[in-house]
């Protein structure tokens, strides 16, 4: 596991180019509509208001497209716009994890191909793990909307078009059911699981957030980030969720490498790999990442034996 120092302002993985405070003067140049929302705090420092979802999704964009080179980035009202430096801190760390299974190298190219399950509409792993990496993807969701909006963000950006594929879940109770065919081959999955069991408690969740936000109370379920009822919760709630994940992960053992899932909640890893253990998972690993003081993780798990693991085939660049 990462060892939990502080490093800059917070402690993102070493590769993550968004470790420093954000350069507003270099994101106001990619996207002038961000100065709009660009104020100065009481401590003497540049920001937007986290709270206020325009504001953020301006954010996005200008960081999509000063340090991702991507254009038109949009994302329908009311859908997760998710922050940037967690979300590519995932694929840091995970492609860490690959490299400690190709002699510390870490494998880059089309041939590397990861599977992201619950792409929403904002396409953010598939467009970092291809920038850095030149990844390949498949993105799948429940949403037919979701789909449909990551399509015009693939459209929009040539150099997407022949990365990143998009596949509707039309059997929202199964997760790799109807997803991997048997010509498929990933060298990973990943996943950003709804957290909430109802959607009064996604509700409630948020609320928080918004209030911690402002410094005082709020009264209405007013999103920073939106979510979508699929985007936020999931009967049984997120350990239902991963469970159902590592039951069907059975059913793929030589298709995958690494099957991930990010997880909110430190006190599930102990269910978790309770049936990870049940279903005969070779391997298991909990990734830690931190985020200023909030730490985060992602369990991974493969079925592979270790002959298996040295016999797959990396390409790298």
Not at 69 to 86: A, E, M, T, V
Not at 99 to 120: C, F, M, R, V, Y
Not at 140 to 159: G, L, P, R, S, V
Not at 260 to 280: E, F, P
Request: aromatic residues 12%.
């Amino acid at each position: 596991m990462k060892n939990k120092t502080t490093t800059e302002k917070d402690t993102l993985h070493p590769r993550n180019p968004h470790r420093f405070r954000y350069n507003f003067e270099k994101l106001i140049a990619s996207l002038p509509d961000l100065k709009q929302y660009v104020f100065i705090n009481d401590h003497g420092i540049e920001t937007i208001d986290f709270a206020n979802p325009d504001a953020v999704k301006s954010l996005n964009k200008a960081i999509l497209t000063a340090d991702y080179d991507i254009l038109n980035w949009d994302i329908p009202k009311d859908y997760l716009c998710p922050p940037i430096p967690g979300r590519a801190d995932y694929i840091h760390y995970i492609a860490d994890l690959l490299a400690e299974s190709n002699n510390g190298t870490i494998p880059k190219g089309e041939n590397i191909a990861g599977l992201d399950i619950g792409i929403g509409a904002n396409c953010i792993y598939p467009i970092i793990g291809n920038e850095v990496y030149q990844w390949s993807f498949v993105g799948t969701d429940i949403d037919e909307t979701a789909i449909q909006n990551c399509k015009k963000i693939i459209t929009n950006n040539q150099k997407l078009v022949d990365a990143i594929s998009l596949q509707l879940q039309v059997e929202p109770r199964y997760i790799f059911k109807n997803i991997i065919l048997p010509e498929d081959k990933f060298a990973f999955t990943m996943c950003n699981p709804p957290f909430h069991a109802s959607m009064e408690e996604a509700a409630k969740a948020s609320l928080r957030k918004i209030t911690n936000l402002n410094l005082k109370q709020a009264n209405k379920p007013i999103l920073n980030f939106g979510g979508q009822n699929s985007e936020l919760w999931y009967e049984g709630g997120e350990i239902s969720f991963i469970t159902q994940m590592i039951y069907e992960s059975v059913k793929y053992p030589l298709q995958c490498f690494w099957f991930t899932t990010l997880v909110s909640k430190k006190d599930y890893l102990r269910s978790l790999y309770k049936t990870l253990n049940k279903v005969g998972a070779v391997e298991i690993k909990t990734i830690e990442m931190a985020q200023g003081q909030k730490t985060s993780r992602f369990i991974a798990w493969t079925f592979l034996s270790e002959k298996q693991q040295k016999d797959w085939k990396f390409s790298v660049e």
